[in-house]
């Protein structure tokens, strides 16, 4: 069995240009653009994205998901796995390619400083191999130091996300001393991506991201990847002038594989390694274009495309995929409707049993907790919908709500007797913030049997 290690040697891809290279950077610009600016924007006063695993509070879109909404958390996730699998049964991995912050970053940010500052493939093979002198230490200290800058910045956008721009504000605008574990989180990651951008670089793609190994469980003949096609550039074959060519039309240049920002020849077929960059295609019709050939060589295709000469890619397993996400998508969107902002817990004092009081009525005690579901302040007020029936808290409980918080207390249930016709009686309440119902619960009440 072979076994993905981590190499040390490193990969000089030439430099990408071409239509879809044009592409991708215009789509990676607001990709970056997007990453910067979304911690920023609020809705309704909260962040439109928060995902502060530590406090377990997450926002999605305005959408609070607290410690209570546990299974919405779960709900939300799973509909999530089930796009990525139908999303790479038919795009294979577009994501990879386009999208992935580790894709744009090293591909759009961190390789261009590289070639700004050391040239293209060629160049940087040559400066690596150069006894350090003084050129060599300015750019290799101008580029690292330009990694850093970036990573920094990478590391803070980080905490935007987990802990919200107020905290990221607080720690750039205080002492340090005041924020020093918040300060060490900002450097230990700030090394992290560092080395991630600086070292192990395509290598998170090849070797660590699971995404990638999935794909021979995910993909199919249907599945769009970028592809050889291997019908029509076999056998392959140096171009010769003023001779008939009995070869395909790939001439092997091997300018493919020297795009390849992971190292690998997209003319072996479909391969774990391959993110669907669109480098590749980019190289090949360069050539194509020099050599008076039809581009396409290598392109968006399928397997089956290629080979049968269909372009289908839905299938019954992407229909039955479309079905399931579809179904978890309405029932996602239904849950999120009916959702209240209060959860409140009502159950007997343990141990408990009812009261008979001079005046008529019937006394129950129990214990209650309301949960604020939400990422605001909250001050509700309990309610008995029973007519004749009142509620009597033991002491004074505040049950201001602060974001995500919990209040409890105990409180008395009390009903005339004339009102209780069996020794069970399902009472209903309700929690209101001033005029509006937050939610309404029921809890049973217990009564002498006549």
Not at 74 to 85: K, N, Y
Not at 111 to 126: F, T, V
Not at 167 to 188: C, M, N, R, T, W
């Amino acid at each position: 069995m072979m076994k993905a290690t981590i190499e040390t040697r490193p990969l000089y891809p030439q430099r990408p240009s071409g239509q879809w290279h044009n592409r991708r950077v215009a789509f990676s610009l607001i990709i970056i653009a997007l990453l910067f600016v979304v911690p920023f924007v609020r809705i309704g006063g909260q962040p439109m994205v928060l995902l502060n695993v530590i406090e377990r509070k997450i926002m999605l879109f305005g959408v609070f998901i607290g410690p209570q909404d546990y299974w919405l958390f779960g709900l939300t996730m799973l509909s999530f796995f089930v796009f990525i699998v139908l999303f790479t049964t038919v795009f294979g991995r577009l994501w990879c390619g386009w999208a992935c912050p580790q894709t744009v970053f090293m591909e759009m940010v961190f390789r261009k400083i590289e070639y700004a500052i050391e040239g293209d493939a060629g160049k940087q093979k040559l400066l690596d191999k150069a006894p350090w002198t003084t050129d060599k230490i300015l750019k290799k200290g101008l580029k690292y130091s330009i990694f850093l800058i970036v990573s920094f910045a990478i590391a803070n956008l980080l905490l935007a996300y987990v802990l919200g721009t107020n905290e990221l504000y607080k720690i750039i605008s205080e002492p340090v001393a005041d924020h020093i574990g918040l300060f060490s989180g900002i450097v230990a990651f700030t090394a992290i991506f560092y080395w991630n951008f600086a070292w192990l670089r395509e290598q998170a793609c090849t070797v660590v991201c699971p995404y990638g190994r999935l794909q021979s469980v995910l993909l199919d003949r249907n599945s769009i990847n970028v592809a050889y096609d291997h019908e029509r550039g076999e056998p392959r074959g140096k171009l010769h002038k003023g001779t008939d060519r009995p070869e395909g039309d790939c001439i092997n240049c091997f300018q493919c594989v020297a795009v390849c920002p992971t190292g690998i020849d997209i003319r072996n077929g479909t391969q774990m390694e391959c993110v669907n960059c669109t480098a590749c295609i980019d190289a090949c019709d360069a050539m194509m274009d020099k050599v008076g050939f039809d581009r396409g060589l290598v392109r968006y295709t399928s397997e089956n495309a290629i080979e049968k000469k269909t372009a289908g890619v839905i299938t019954p397993r992407t229909w039955g995929y479309a079905a399931v996400l579809l179904l978890l998508w309405s029932a996602l969107g239904f849950v999120v409707a009916t959702r209240t902002d209060t959860q409140t817990t009502l159950f007997r004092a343990p141990g408990s049993r009812y009261i008979e009081n001079a005046d008529g009525t019937i006394s129950n005690l129990y214990t209650f907790k309301i949960f604020n579901k939400t990422n605001r302040i909250i001050k509700p007020s309990m309610y008995l919908d029973t007519p004749h029936g009142k509620l009597l808290f033991a002491g004074s409980p505040d049950l201001t709500l602060e974001a995500a918080g919990m209040s409890e207390g105990t409180v008395f249930l009390i009903m005339p007797k004339s009102a209780l016709k069996s020794r069970k009686t399902v009472l209903k309440l309700s929690v209101l913030q001033g005029n509006r119902q937050l939610e309404t619960f029921e809890t049973t009440f217990i009564a002498p049997e006549e």
